[in-house]
């Protein structure tokens, strides 16, 4: 009996999924640049030949895995941002990036361990452009407001505080004290 056009779509859908999760074990374990087509496909248990009908490059595969998460942090970012920085919504904040890397860890894994490398950084320039801006405003003006001497610093502190903690995270996800180190962070920047 034929499949059904929904069973096709379905099936094609599996398929894609399966690619992705597969790309996504190779480039994080491997590295992107170790990393071969042929390699996901053995991962994902099927030809090159039919992983191509569905992906044309590693180099797609990477932008599909790196552009939904950025995507994802992106609207996130902006539902906060989108008015002045409070206390409440600067903790709503650390507690949604930090529950969003421990939903994530591999494909952030992936993420730190390329976001120095020239093909990622491409894929997140336009992405992140116009959110960077808003971040550093909405940052800066909210240790203004708390009398720091000076904000732009403290907003780069934060964010260097911020990116390890959440590396430290990946790189060591089952021992790193990922709550406490969200509670120091809280109580450092905004309680203090």
């Known amino acids: 009996m034929p499949r059904t056009k929904k069973q096709f779509e379905d099936m094609r859908t599996a398929r894609r999924v ?3 999760e597969a790309a996504l074990h190779v480039f994080a374990e491997e590295g992107y640049h170790s990393a071969s087509i ?10 090159k030949g039919l992983l191509y009908n569905y992906f044309e490059s590693k180099e797609e595969l990477l932008k599909i895995l790196i552009g939904s998460l950025i995507d994802d942090e992106i609207k996130m970012l902006n539902s ?8 409440e919504s600067f903790i709503h904040l650390i507690n949604e990036s930090v529950k969003t890397i421990k ?10 361990s390329m976001s120095f490398q020239g093909e990622v950084q491409e ?4 992405k992140h452009s116009p959110i960077q801006s808003l971040f550093a405003e909405r940052f800066i003006q909210f240790f203004k407001d708390k009398s720091h001497e000076n904000p732009l610093q403290q907003m780069q ?10 590396n430290s995270y990946i790189m060591q996800p089952k021992t790193y004290p990922i709550g406490e180190m969200k509670q120091l962070m809280i109580k450092q920047f905004i309680t203090s």
């Open 18 to 20: 399966a690619i992705l």
């Open 38 to 47: 042929s390699k996901v496909s053995k991962y994902a248990k099927m030809s």
């Open 80 to 87: 906060i941002l989108e008015k002045p920085l409070t206390e």
């Open 103 to 112: 939903e994530h860890p591999k494909q952030w894994k992936l993420y730190f």
């Open 123 to 126: 894929i997140m320039k336009d």
């Open 157 to 166: 502190y934060f964010m260097t505080f911020f990116t390890g903690m959440k």
